[in-house]
């Protein structure tokens, strides 16, 4: 069992920065796959970025890659999500999820979900 609870979200101008964290329980954080993704009103919730479980490997969607990057920090617990360049199509709820395959983070299906954090950019 891993429960997630993601912060650092906000309101920020375009062209801006933020960094989202992701605190998880448990004793085996570093046996888990990470990923981040975000939900958009009206629209579906769509992949982000992934990280697997020792931080060798990551992955990111098209439309974020170059301005975010995914981290994390296994003594910590923490997974974390650098946002730079923020457009106003960056405004979503980002969730925080793990799994124990990063295969099911990338293919939008991991077991683990946080609850959500807000960022609003705007123009």
């Known amino acids: 069992q891993v429960q997630l609870v993601e912060s650092g979200g906000g309101l920020v101008q375009a062209g801006g920065s933020l960094r989202l964290s992701c605190a998880a329980s448990?004793?085996?954080?570093?046996?888990?796959?990470m990923g981040w993704f975000r939900q958009a009103p009206g629209k579906e919730r769509e992949f982000v970025a992934a990280?697997?479980?020792?931080?060798?490997?990551?992955n990111y969607a098209d439309y974020v890659k170059g301005r975010f990057t995914i981290s994390r920090d296994n003594v910590k617990n923490t997974v974390y999500l650098q946002m730079n360049s923020l457009t106003p199509e960056d405004t979503a709820v980002y969730y925080c999820?793990?799994?124990?395959?990063?295969?099911?983070?990338?293919?939008?299906?991991?077991?683990?979900w946080g609850q959500g954090t807000q960022v609003t950019v705007s123009s």
């Open positions: 999820a793990a799994d124990m395959l990063r295969s099911q983070v990338t293919n939008n299906t991991p077991h683990y």
């Open positions: 448990g004793r085996t954080f570093s046996t888990y796959a």
């Open positions: 990280i697997s479980s020792r931080g060798v490997n990551t």
